[in-house]
Structure formats: C-alpha cells, structure tokens
C-alpha cells in the first residue's frame, strides 16, 4: 500500500536527520538552508511485536514486516507559496504525500545557524502552516471561479463543489487548516478531489536536545508545541533527532544496552512510525504459515476480499471466505488447531470488515 508520511518543517529543525535515523538511507544533512532539495523516500519497517509472537507460534522460514514510506521533503521558509526559497517545488512535493510529520525545533544550540535568527516553536509552526494555507487558498480560489460559472447553469454536482469550497475557503480565509472544517461524507468526497495541503492530517515532532529528552519535564518549547497541537487537534511526539540517528548504527545487544543506558524502553523512531501508520487509519492483519509470517497494511474499514487483494489481485477476484482468528487467542491458545477446537476460528463472507490483529487463511478459487 503505497501511502506516505512527508516529514517537513524549517530549514535545520532536523528534518534530515530524522530520515537518515528513520530509513538509514544517507540523506544529506547540513548545517545550511535547502540542503535537501530533491525529496528523499525511505520505506521502514512496522515494528509490532505480534508479528514476534506469531513467529514463536508458528515457526516460519521467514518474517515478513509491513512497510511505511517516508518523505523527506526539504525546508521550507516564509513566502514558499509565492517560490521563495524552492517553495513552488517544496508545496508540489507535500501535495504528493499523504499525511505530515512537521517536525518543529525545541533546542537551542548556538552552532546550528536558525533560519530566523532565533528558536521560537510558534512562530515556527505557524511560518509553515501559513505557507500551506496561502497555497490552498491559491488552489481553491481557482476552482470557486470555474465551478462558478458551472453552478449557475443550475449543475448539480457544481452547486455541490461550490458549496464544499466556499466553506473550505472561510476556514482558510480566517488562517485555519483545510481539516479543521467539518463535511459530512458527500462533501468529505468532493473535497478530497481538490488535493489540499492543509486537509492531510498531521503530526508535530517536537526535536528536543538529549538533555530534554531525558528529563521528566517536558521544555517550554515542547509545551509550546503541544499548546499549539492541541487548538488542532493534532497529535505530537516529542523525539531526538541526533540519539535516534545514534540508535539506528547499532545491532541487537548493542542497541539494547544505548537504550538501557538512557533509560528508554524503545527508539523513539518506534513512536513515530506506529504514530505516523495510525495518523492514517491503517490497520495490520497477518498471514502466519510455515512458508512466512507476514505482515499487511490495510485502511480500517477494509472488507475481507479487498483486505485479501493486498496479497494479490487473484486472491480478491476468487474470494471465497476467510478463515479468521484474532491475535489474542492464537496467542492464548498457542495454535491454530488449539483455537478452532475451543471455537474461536471464524469462517467469515465477503462483508466481514478486517479487525487489527486478525491473523487470516484466505480461501480463493480463480
């Protein structure tokens, strides 16, 4: 399932370092403005520990995560929307992605040059959110004049449109997200045809220097950030950008004895990306034989022959029923065999919709 997180902010918030921790993948990263300039993509695996259990269980040849890709978008500054900077090709890049991680400052450091001079999260935060409302309001002020002249004809589905923008257009109009204007789910359908930066939902990565991190009080910065997140109604995980990019050069024990040492229980990179796989309604089943367990990523809504054409189309066009245990009792019964005697094996149609954690035998005839 090819969905994506764009990772954006200012210039050195540390949006590449991140990635580089994130996906390993050596994006560059340097101490000045637009060091990337063509978008960087990683796909990094899912870390669930279901998937750990059900190897145990099952014994498999091989495991098989679920993947997530990232976006390393580079930095945008104030008049973006007018191509200041690489604005224009900045804007073009995030309107490909399917949600934002926007990663905000919450460090001083005098030998990292910010771009305006000082550390200010709000300010932050709204430079890039104003950057991306102006884009919309560009983007919906041209279709209000088009879909205008459609709608005085009386066309009913341009009467519609026209109705979804102008309110779109008030919201953006009073310096407010696309997102935060509430559609039913006709009009949720129209407006997702207009591509509006502001309408992906979001996520605040508050980048906190280590001493931060390891202090049970969050900074003012962060509180700032949460301040902000919370008028929006958008998440925020605090995260340090440079120990996660230390984390991610170590191996098994190694890796382990950094967090102990740290007092962290896992990577915040963990948090992210189980955060950033949520942020978009995805949900995981598996596939557990002995050939592999596996991993797949699904939207939550998905029914059982659409949750099967993820594996492969053939599996969706001959659907014939699924065979389905939860998680949680394949784990309590230690078996599949065990979990079908105790009658917690379901055999389900083509309406079922596939829960979080089903682990599923898809029967097909093609």
Known sequence: MALTTGIVGLPNVGKSTLFNAITQAGAEAANYPFATIDPNVGIVDVPDERLHVLTDLVN???TIPTGFEFTDIAGIVKGANRGEGLGNQFLSNIREVD??????????????THVSGSVDPVRDIEVINLELILADLETVSKRLDKVGKQ???????????????????????AEKPARSVSLNQDEEKIAKGFQLLTKKPILYVANVNEESL???EENDYVKQVRAV?????A?????????EAEIAELDGEDRQSFLDDLGLTEPGLNRLIRTSYELLGLNTYFTAGEPEVRAWTIKEGTKAPQAAGVIHSDFERGFIRAEVVSFTDLQYYGS?????????VRLEGKDYIVQDGDVIHFRFNV
């Not at 949600?99 to 990292?112: E, L, W, Y």
């Not at 709608?151 to 309110?167: F, H, T």
């Not at 998440?235 to 120990?243: L, P, S």
């Open 99 to 112: 949600a934002i991680s926007h990663v905000v400052r919450c460090f001083d450091d005098g030998d990292i």
């Open 336 to 344: 599949t065999a065990r979990a079908k005697e105790a009658g917690k």
């Open 151 to 173: 709608a005085k004809s009386k066309d009913k589905e341009a009467i519609a449109e026209q109705a979804v923008l102008e309110k779109i257009m008030t919201a953006l109009e």
């Open 214 to 216: 390891l202090e049970e």
């Open 60 to 62: 498999p040849k091989k």
């Open 229 to 233: 997140a919370a008028e929006e109604g």
């Open 235 to 243: 998440e925020v995980i605090t995260i340090c950008a440079d120990i």
